[in-house]
C-alpha cells in the first residue's frame, strides 16, 4: 500500500523543517523547541515502525521466560495472578494475527502479575528464594533494557555507548527473538 | 475495569488505599492526593494568556497598596515541570515607586513529571535566600490556586544564563559544556553553596509546610521511598520489575539519618543561572523537589553519569564542573561533613530509582492524560528514563555483589 507509514512520516517531517519550523516567531522559544523534539520523534518513529510488531513480541515473550522462571524457584508461591497472566501471553506471543494494542495490554498485565511476584519474595523472608528472584529480575531486565535503549536511541541520552545495539541486533540478540 | 486502568480513574477508595499504604509528610501527601483527585477531569487546559493576565491583576491588587500595571507577560522557555511567564509590574513596595520589575510567575500545570507542592517551594526560595544562597526574592504564594487558576509562585526574575551562549545543551539543561576558565571559577561557588544548603539549620527559618525528621531514625528515608513509591504506584502506565526489585532494596538496606540536611534534590549544572561575564552563579533555582534528609542524595544526583560531561582532556566531569574524587574532597572541605561510600553508593542506587520512577512513570503519565503543556517534551524523556534504568541495573548489580 503507497504511500507507506514511513514515506507519510518522511513528507511531514520536510515540510515541518522547510516550511513550519522557519515561520516560527525566533522569539518563541517553546514553541521552536517543541517543534525540534517532534520533528527528532517523527525521525524515531522512522527508524522503530519496521520493528513494532516484531519488538512487542519479543518483549512479550521475554515477559513470559521471566514468568516461567520465576514458577521454577524452589519454595516460592506466587500469586494467582501471574499463573493466569502468564498463560494468556503464552497464547498471544505465539499468534502473528494480533494487533500492537493486544500485545502491549498482555505485556502490561504479565508485568503487574511479575511485579506482586518480587513483592512476595521480598516478605516471604527466605534469603535465598531472595537471591534467585533478584537474579533473574536482574538477567531479564539486562536484555530488556538492551532492546529498550536500542529503541529509543533516537533521543540521544543514552549514556552506555559501549553496549548500545541497532535495534534489530537488540531484538535478534535476545534469547526469545527467534520467533 | 481492569487492574490497571484504575490509574486513570482513581477512585476515593483507591486513593485511601495509596495514602494508608505509603505515609508521606503532610504537604506531600495533599498535593498528591489532591494531583489523583483531578486526574479524570480531562486534560490539562490550554495556556491562556490572556485569562492569566487577568488572574494575575486582580491577584496582585488584593496584595499591592496603589495602581499597579502589568507589561509584556510572556511564557518562558526552560524546564518541563512547571509552566513560567516573565512580565514586568510597575507597583508600589514599601512606599517606594517601582516602574517595569522583571517578575516570574510560575504555576503548576494539571500534571507533570513531578507533582509538588508551591509552599514548599516558595518557603525553601526564601529560607535559601536567608542564608546566603543566591535565589529569586520571593514574593507572593497562591498555595490552593484559587485565585490563579492553578498553586502558583511569583518571584523576581534574576539575570543569568543558564549555559555559555556558544555551547549546546539537552533539554533541561543536560549536557551544558564549561572550558577550564569557566570551571575554576563557577566550580567553588557551586560547592560553597551545596554546603551552606547542607548546614543549614531548619528552626530558625519558618518552614511550616515542611515535617522535619529525626537524626538516629530511618524516618526521613522512609518518608522518601514511600513519597516515590506512592507516585511510581499512582502514575505508571506499565510496571518494571527491575523497579520493583529496587524498591525492595532500599527498604532492605535504608540506614539511620547521620545528620539531618536541606537536600535540594535536583542539585546539578543546568538548575542555575550565572552572570556570562564575571562568572558568578546569580540564582540557584529549581527548589521544588526540596526537602529535610540525607545529603547524600544530593551527591549522588549531581554525580550521576548522565551530568557528566567530557574535559578536554577526555577525562569525565561530574555536573560539568569536577573530577568526581575532586568533588567529594572539596566538598568535605566547605562543609565540614563527612562522605560516608556506604551512603553515597546507597542514594546512587535511590537517584537513579527516582530518577527513572519520575521519567517512566509521571512523565509518560502526564503525557497520556494530556495534561501539561509540554507532553511532547515528556514523552521524549523516554531516552532519559532508559538511561536512568540502565544505571540503576548497572548500580543494584554492584550493590547485591
Not at chain 2, 526552560?78 to 520589575?101: H, I, M, N, P, Y
Not at chain 2, 550565572?274 to 552563579?281: A, G, T
Not at chain 2, 521544588?288 to 582532556?313: I, K, N, Q, S
Not at chain 2, 534504568?389 to 548500580?395: A, I, T, V, W
Request: hydrophobic fraction near 40%; include cysteine.
Amino acid at each position: 500500500m503507497q504511500p507507506g507509514i514511513d514515506l507519510r512520516l518522511r513528507t511531514m517531517m520536510k515540510a515541518l523543517a522547510d516550511v513550519v519550523m522557519p515561520s516560527i516567531d525566533p522569539g518563541n522559544r517553546m514553541a521552536q523547541e517543541q517543534a525540534a523534539v517532534i520533528l527528532g520523534s517523527m525521525q524515531m518513529l522512522i527508524e522503530q515502525i519496521d520493528y513494532a510488531h516484531w519488538y512487542e513480541v519479543v518483549d512479550l515473550k521475554s515477559l513470559v521466560h521471566l514468568a516461567a522462571d520465576l514458577e521454577r524457584v524452589p519454595g516460592l508461591s506466587l500469586p494467582v495472578e501471574v499463573g493466569a497472566a502468564h498463560e494468556t501471553a503464552s497464547a498471544l506471543a505465539g499468534r502473528w494475527d494480533v494487533t500492537l494494542t493486544e500485545l502491549r495490554r498482555a505485556s502490561a498485565e504479565l508485568r503487574e502479575a511479575i511485579c506482586g511476584a518480587v513483592e512476595v519474595a521480598a516478605t516471604q523472608g527466605r534469603q535465598e528464594i531472595q537471591n534467585a528472584v533478584q537474579r533473574l529480575v536482574l538477567d531479564q531486565s539486562r536484555e530488556q533494557l538492551g532492546r529498550e535503549r536500542a529503541y529509543v536511541a533516537g533521543t540521544k541520552w543514552d549514556g552506555f555507548p559501549e553496549s548500545l545495539q541497532t535495534i534489530e541486533a537488540s531484538l535478534q540478540g535476545s534469547r526469545n527473538g527467534v520467533t | 475495569m481492569s487492574r490497571i486502568d484504575w490509574r486513570s480513574h482513581p477512585t476515593p477508595d483507591s486513593i485511601a488505599a495509596l495514602r494508608a499504604r505509603y505515609p508521606v509528610e503532610r504537604s506531600v501527601d495533599i498535593t498528591l492526593t489532591s494531583k489523583l483527585e483531578r486526574r479524570s477531569s480531562g486534560p490539562g487546559p490550554k495556556v491562556d494568556i490572556a485569562n492569566i493576565g487577568e488572574r494575575l491583576r486582580a491577584f496582585l491588587q488584593r496584595r499591592v497598596k496603589g495602581d499597579i500595571a502589568i507589561h509584556k507577560l510572556a511564557p518562558l522557555t526552560g524546564g518541563a515541570s512547571k509552566e513560567q511567564f516573565a512580565f514586568e509590574l510597575d507597583w508600589t513596595c514599601e512606599g517606594q515607586r517601582r516602574v517595569g520589575e522583571r517578575m516570574v510567575l510560575r504555576r503548576e500545570p494539571s500534571e507533570s513529571v513531578v507533582e509538588t507542592n508551591r509552599a514548599r517551594e516558595f518557603q525553601l526560595i526564601r529560607t535559601a535566600g536567608e542564608i546566603g544562597v543566591p535565589v529569586p526574592q520571593t514574593y507572593w504564594l497562591d498555595e490552593t490556586g484559587e485565585e490563579l487558576g492553578r498553586p502558583s509562585i511569583v518571584y523576581g526574575f534574576v539575570d543569568g544564563v543558564q549555559k555559555p551562549s556558544a555551547g549546546a545543551s539537552k533539554t533541561t539543561g543536560v549536557g551544558i559544556c564549561f572550558d577550564a576558565a569557566q570551571r575554576a571559577v563557577i566550580g567553588p561557588q557551586f560547592i560553597d553553596i551545596l554546603a551552606k544548603i547542607h548546614t543549614m539549620q531548619p528552626q530558625a527559618h519558618d518552614l511550616s509546610a515542611f515535617d522535619i525528621p529525626r537524626v538516629g531514625t530511618t524516618q526521613d528515608i522512609d518518608w522518601q521511598l514511600n513519597w516515590w513509591s506512592r507516585v511510581w504506584q499512582e502514575d505508571l502506565l506499565e510496571q518494571v520489575p527491575l523497579m520493583t526489585l529496587a524498591e525492595q532494596w532500599l527498604r532492605a538496606h535504608r540506614k539511620p539519618l547521620d545528620h539531618l540536611s536541606l537536600v535540594h534534590a535536583d542539585y546539578r549544572t543546568g538548575n542555575y543561572l550565572f552572570d556570562e561575564h564575571s562568572l558568578k552563579i546569580t540564582a540557584m533555582l529549581d527548589w521544588e523537589l526540596g526537602y529535610f534528609g540525607d545529603r547524600h542524595a544530593d551527591l549522588a544526583w549531581l554525580l550521576m553519569p548522565a551530568f557528566e560531561t567530557v574535559a578536554e582532556d577526555g577525562s569525565r566531569l561530574s555536573s560539568s564542573l569536577f573530577a568526581r574524587d575532586e568533588f567529594l574532597a572539596a566538598y568535605e572541605k566547605a562543609s565540614g561533613l563527612p562522605v560516608d561510600l556506604d551512603r553515597l553508593r546507597y542514594y546512587t542506587v535511590f537517584v537513579f530509582w527516582r530518577g527513572a520512577l519520575m521519567t517512566l512513570g509521571s512523565a509518560p503519565r502526564a503525557a497520556h492524560g494530556a495534561k501539561s503543556h509540554q507532553d511532547v517534551i515528556l514523552g521524549w524523556f523516554a531516552g532519559l528514563g532508559y538511561n536512568l534504568l540502565e544505571s540503576l541495573r548497572r548500580s543494584l548489580e554492584q550493590a547485591m555483589r
